[in-house]
């Protein structure tokens, strides 16, 4: 019997067109579960390598996207600055699929429904590769953070809280 193939995600297809190498990894996601913590543990990966895809709305730009440290906050003083805005708010989650075409647990950096101006953190110049959202739950894709920049014409600046929790 053959095996059922999953249908490639938009993020997928988009690092496939541009042949940029990836790792794609999938895992049995719970709805409670869907943290940067039980995905490491799921993949059996350091939670410092995995990053988050968040959304924000600037006053000025409107939709923003950060790429944080799963293990990590948001400051949106930083993403306000870094983007021009005065003030950003969270994009609130029952818009976030018309938004952006993904779910919660499933935003991928990469094939929304618009190129919205990205922010890396930082911290994800330190590694060789990253792992993000594939844009689907219980998808993600490793892959350097320069080419996932490059893809989504992204800039690296200081975007979380200093404390650490």
Not at 72 to 91: C, H, P, Q, T
Not at 113 to 142: C, H, W, Y
Not at 145 to 152: E, G, Q
Request: hydrophobic share 40%; glycine share 8%.
């Amino acid at each position: 019997m053959s095996k059922k193939k999953i249908p490639k995600t938009n993020a997928i297809r988009l690092v496939e067109q541009k042949k940029i190498p990836y790792q794609e990894y999938t895992y049995a996601w719970q709805e409670d579960h869907l943290g940067a913590d039980s995905v490491a543990e799921e993949l059996g990966r350091n939670e410092d390598q995995l990053f988050k895809t968040l959304v924000a709305v600037g006053n000025k730009t409107g939709p923003i996207v950060a790429v944080i440290p799963g293990n990590r906050e948001l400051d949106l003083k930083k993403i306000a600055k870094a983007s021009g805005n005065k003030k950003v708010e969270m994009l609130h989650l029952r818009d976030l699929e018309e938004t952006t075409g993904y779910i919660r647990g499933g935003c991928s950096p990469v094939g929304m429904k618009k190129l919205f101006p990205t922010f890396f953190d930082a911290r994800a110049e330190n590694f060789a590769t990253i792992i993000v959202s594939a844009g689907r739950r219980g998808l993600q894709m490793e892959l350097a953070p320069k080419d996932l920049a490059t893809l989504v014409r992204g800039q690296f600046v200081d975007l979380t809280l200093d404390s650490e929790e």
